[in-house]
């Protein structure tokens, strides 16, 4: 007997599981948006009193300000950990970028870096992509198992690639940020984004995993949760590491120039 519409219905005739998705994403995005504000403020006060983060000290973690900032990230990767198990990454990600614009208006407004015109054009951009992507997000396909997960991430095809961006990662650790990272703002941002490509895939595969354990289909036994997660822990781990230096060497803001990256 097929199901009422209403009961696979959510937030504007889009599936309960992609609603569900999208509240916590964006929720996860005004609290990692709130933490970059909050961090910000807590290495600026590091600084003052200690080794930067951008010249490898690490005074920022005797700040309370920072820890705060960091709880609040916290937070808001577990919501957006959860809207990965319940709604397809092709809509959790763009959503994403709601947290520049968080992060854009605050520093504007607390930490006086002014948001100029093309910074306000790239805001209205972002929330058009945002709700283009939402409104025509598809529905997820069924998975009954973590392993039919690692078994389409062990295609040849996506390991050339996570090959490519592991070699990628490490050059620019390795031998590009010793020399350019304190003079390049792109060099921490480039090691970032390439993790960030593996990490949105491991945290989905490993939502899927708990979502259907909570289910009541155990996945913590499968070697495969196990290696999503060890994945997802050391992406994390090093973007949190470059994302502080990112914080520290650069000011929040967008300006309609060649210097729109202003150090401090």
């Known amino acids: 007997m097929a199901e009422p519409a209403s009961a696979a219905a959510g937030l504007g005739g889009m599936s ?19 933490s970059f504000i ?12 200690g080794v930067r ?9 005797m700040e309370p300000l920072w ?20 709604a397809p990454a092709i809509l959790v990600t763009p959503l994403g970028a709601l947290s520049i614009i968080i992060s854009a208006a605050l520093a504007h407004a607390i930490l006086q870096e002014k948001l100029h015109t ?20 598809p529905q997820e396909r ?20 996570a090959a490519i961006v592991v070699a990628a990662a490490l050059v620019l650790i390795y031998f590009v940020v010793p020399q350019h990272g304190q003079t390049n703002i792109m060099v921490y941002i480039g090691v970032c984004s390439l993790l960030g490509s593996l990490t949105v895939m491991s945290v989905k ?27 997802v822990a050391t992406c994390v781990s090093t973007q949190i590491n470059y994302l502080n230096k990112v914080h520290e060497e650069i000011k929040l803001d967008f300006k309609g120039s060649s210097n729109s990256l202003s150090f401090i």
């Open 16 to 34: 309960t599981d992609n609603a569900k998705g999208l509240v916590l994403a964006v929720s996860s995005s005004a609290f990692i948006g709130v």
């Open 38 to 49: 909050v961090k910000k403020m807590g290495l600026r006060r590091a600084a003052d009193s």
């Open 53 to 61: 983060a951008g010249y490898g000290g690490f005074s920022y973690l």
């Open 67 to 86: 820890w705060i900032g960091m709880i609040s990230m916290i937070v808001g990767e577990i919501a957006n950990f959860a809207a990965y198990a319940f």
């Open 118 to 137: 093309f910074g306000i054009l790239g805001c209205v951009l972002c929330v058009v992509g945002s709700i283009t992507i939402v409104l025509h997000a």
């Open 142 to 161: 069924n998975i009954d198992s973590v392993r039919e997960v690692w078994d389409l991430a062990t295609e040849p095809g996506f390991l050339c690639y």
């Open 205 to 231: 595969a490993l939502g899927i995993a708990l979502k259907l354990t909570f289910s009541g289909v155990n996945q913590l036994f499968y070697p495969q949760t196990w290696a999503f997660a060890l994945i």
